[in-house]
């Protein structure tokens, strides 16, 4: 469960899961009910775990019960409100718009995949929503929820139910 004590900019707030607390990061837009495409915004609800990717080149493949992929250079996610996979895995390059998972930065070298707007998909309901590793300089996500390495990796072990964001 994602709670923001009132000493912190509405970005930076607590994940609680099983016994532990973990500071984290959440969009830059705060958390919304009615999350759209592009508003920067994390959904609030509760929100399953789907699968899991990461960089192999960096990381180990990470332990949890999830589905686990390897981002390779052309794995993408389609955030093309329009495009048939809309808010789902592609390969890169593609007729539609989509963000590359094969990063610069650290960011998504483990990513779990966030359950929001995804059974089905809904044009303009939000895309590429993940649990990821945070910006180096700790900015605000563009609607994820950014965890600090060691802390990613004990979700994925401890349980991946999901998480509630209230």
């Not at 990470?62 to 495009?83: E, K, R």
Request: hydrophobic share 35%.
């Amino acid at each position: 469960m994602l709670k923001n004590p009132c000493c912190l900019p509405p970005s930076y707030t607590h994940l609680h899961f099983q016994n532990h607390t973990f500071p984290c990061t959440v969009g830059r837009g705060g958390v919304t009910m009615a999350k759209r495409e592009g508003d920067g915004a994390t959904p609030t609800g509760h929100i399953p775990f789907r699968a899991v990717y990461y960089r192999p080149d960096r990381e180990d493949r990470p332990v949890t019960p999830l589905p686990v992929f390897p981002i390779t250079l052309n794995t993408g996610w389609c955030d093309d409100p329009a495009a048939p996979a809309y808010n789902r895995p592609v390969l890169l390059p593609t007729a539609h718009s989509a963000e590359a998972l094969w990063r610069n930065d650290a960011c998504y070298d483990i990513i779990i995949v966030m359950g929001h707007n995804d059974a089905p998909a809904q044009p303009h309901g939000g895309s590429a929503l993940f649990v990821h590793l945070p910006h180096s300089d700790g900015r605000a996500t563009a609607g994820c929820v950014a965890l600090e390495r060691g802390n990613l990796l004990t979700l994925l072990r401890g349980g991946c139910d999901g998480i509630v964001i209230v």
